[in-house]
């Protein structure tokens, strides 16, 4: 990119394939993909207006802006974090290193919660998104279930500002409350009378012993505390959930969780030692070889 000719400008083309070739020579995930949404970040326009555009040529603020870019992208950097944004359950999040970028494995987790309301249909169920990141499972599934009311909590003080603002951007704001809390330790203002009826969670499920052996661009630059606990086996946020949750879910309350693709036996064994729990279902998508969602039904106090 950086030996323009004078016989072949950098049109919007020319740096799609470059840039494509580029990131298939560097071991980036999905190079054209990444190629497209960083072209459309620089150029200021939609992904499919590129193909419209392609003997568009860049000027040299788009071209620097490019280069920059791509060099990071190349040494891993997620393009979420670069131009910012991620799309999720259709809809688009505002992203940082401060928080875990949206995966399609955690749609699941949403639909089911999505599915769980939409059977009680005359019943406003009130929701806890416990290590909400991002905000995109409580704005989800505030979008698409008009009659839940929800709690968002994080332990980190800037992921909450940024589902704030993407629960603003989604106009569902006022359904959602906000809050820092270090897991179930929640100010009591913002549990329901008699608790939750679902508690949802992605939470850190990586044991510690793994954490070196994950993709660069995650181990690098996701942030470690949404992905593994100091000292886990990957099971000890379950743990927590298992024997905690009693002060604020309600006796019959869901509890819905995602997991790592080698978890779908010892997270349900987890439940099953309290003998609290009863174990509704284990989910997946069709696409996803993987087990990724598991539901709980709390069956006493």
């Not at 169920?125 to 409580?138: F, M, N, V, Y």
Request: glycine share 6%.
């Amino acid at each position: 990119m950086s030996q323009e000719t004078a016989n072949e400008a950098w049109t919007i083309g020319r740096l799609l394939r470059w840039t494509t070739g580029w990131f298939e020579q560097h071991g980036v995930d999905a190079p054209r993909l990444s190629a497209e949404l960083l072209l459309a970040h620089t150029f200021g326009c939609k992904k499919i207006e590129l193909y419209t555009r392609f003997e568009h040529v860049a000027n040299p603020e788009q071209l620097t802006t490019m280069r920059e870019l791509v060099r990071k992208a190349a040494e891993h950097m997620p393009v979420a974090y670069l131009i910012g944004r991620k799309e999720f359950f259709s809809l688009e999040f505002e992203v940082s290193p401060a928080v875990l970028i949206p995966r399609p494995e955690t749609e699941t987790l949403v639909q089911r919660v999505i599915d769980l309301c939409r059977a009680r249909p005359d019943e406003p169920l009130a929701i806890l998104d416990l290590g909400t990141g991002s905000g995109c499972i409580a704005v989800a599934i505030a979008k698409y279930v008009p009659t839940a009311d929800l709690v968002a909590s994080d332990a980190s003080a800037e992921a909450v500002e940024i589902a704030r603002h993407n629960a603003e951007r989604h106009g569902v704001a006022e359904r959602i409350a906000f809050c820092v809390a270090d897991g179930l330790a929640l100010e009591a203002a913002v549990v329901p009378l008699g608790g939750f009826d679902v508690i949802a969670s992605n939470p850190p499920y990586i044991a510690e012993a793994d954490f070196d052996a994950l993709p660069r661009n995650v181990r690098d630059y996701e942030p470690r505390a949404s992905l593994t606990l100091p000292g886990s086996d990957g099971l000890a946020f379950y743990r927590r959930l298992a024997a905690e949750c009693g002060g604020c879910l309600k006796p019959d309350g869901s509890i819905l969780v995602e997991i790592g693709h080698d978890q779908s036996q010892s997270v349900p064994a987890i439940f099953a030692e309290t003998r609290h729990f009863t174990h509704v279902g284990t989910y997946r998508d069709p696409t996803d070889p993987h087990d990724r969602v598991v539901h709980f039904q709390r069956t006493g106090a």
